[in-house]
């Protein structure tokens, strides 16, 4: 985290110009503002991110006085503030929404990918997974629950199809995941039994997250579920296809048909 956030620093240092650059500190010399904010001799940070509280940056970044430089800047100012050494739970929302927003970018994620998700979720295989870790390849996820009696065998199935009718290079370089909503019975154990039962290689993803991350995602992608009294779940029926950077490009909704249009989607995506 501290890489990346120099890194921002450095990239959001590098933007300022001397147009920005205070004046009661920076009007002696033609230093830009970084210099000029973060030299020893100018050591009133405070006074000088009061000169422009809209370029922050270089002032901010200095870990000395964090508390005394944002609060000099009257909106949340993420590269700047967030740049310090301030607790993840004590940083405003609106300062951490947007740096994460630059992270994802220099990530090359953009707002739309699933990626940008930090919820983690744990494989078959008791191993921590980020869905982050799936980018560069086409995606075919459904999210399902093991013990399902009647759709998520159906999906599986239709997954399964759709794969087999995906030209051979770009069979091999997808990967096909299901993401439990059922926290309590799919643990990573009860996953890997239901892969060796379904017989499903090591291009299937089985993941178990925790309630937060099970409901982030299906918020995203729009999968409704429900625990019923006879321990089956009402649930969504999709299969989403996401590009190598993490997007959603197509849902196959329902339990018929739309293989073809599914395998179309990976294919367009892999190209
Ligand atoms: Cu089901």
């Known amino acids: 985290m501290k890489t990346k956030l120099a890194l921002l620093s450095l990239v959001l240092t590098a933007g300022l110009t001397a147009a920005d650059q205070p004046a009661a500190c920076c009007a002696a ?24 509280s809209d370029a922050p940056a270089a002032c901010c970044a200095e870990k ?20 310090v050494e301030v607790p993840v739970a004590k940083k405003p929302d609106a300062c951490c929404a947007e740096i994460e927003n630059r992270e994802s970018k220099i990530q090359n ?26 980018r560069g390849r086409p995606v075919v996820l459904t999210m399902f629950f093991a013990s399902c009696g009647y759709a998520c065998p159906l999906l599986l ?31 990573p154990a009860a ?3 239901y892969r060796e039962e379904r017989q499903l ?13 099970v409901r982030e995602l299906a918020a995203l992608l729009g999968v409704k579920f429900k625990l019923e009294a006879d321990g089956q779940f009402a649930h969504s029926n999709l299969i ?19 293989l073809d249009e599914a395998a179309q989607a990976i294919v367009a995506v892999s190209r």
């Not at 990918?113 to 919820?119: A, D, F, T």
């Not at 770009?170 to 439990?180: K, Y």
């Not at 989403?240 to 739309?258: A, C, D, F, M």
């Open 240 to 258: 989403s296809i996401l590009n190598p950077g993490g997007e959603v490009v197509h849902q196959r909704t329902g339990l018929q048909g739309g």
């Open 64 to 83: 000395a006085k964090p508390a005394a430089c944002c609060a000099q800047v009257e909106k949340p100012k993420p590269a700047a503030c967030c740049a």
């Open 157 to 187: 199935t239709d997954m399964q199809a759709i794969r087999a009718k995906l030209p051979a290079e770009i069979r091999d370089q997808a990967a096909f995941v299901l993401v439990s909503f059922d926290v309590a019975r799919d643990t």
């Open 191 to 193: 996953l890997a039994k």
């Open 29 to 52: 010399d033609a230093k830009p503002k970084a210099a000029c904010c973060t030299s020893d001799e100018k050591a009133d940070k405070a006074a000088c991110c009061a000169e422009k």
């Open 201 to 213: 290689d090591a291009q299937w993803t089985l993941l178990h997250g925790d309630d937060d991350a």
């Open 109 to 134: 994620f953009s707002s739309e990918s699933l990626y940008q998700l930090e919820v983690g979720f744990t494989d078959d295989r008791d191993r921590p997974f980020t869905l982050a870790s799936l």
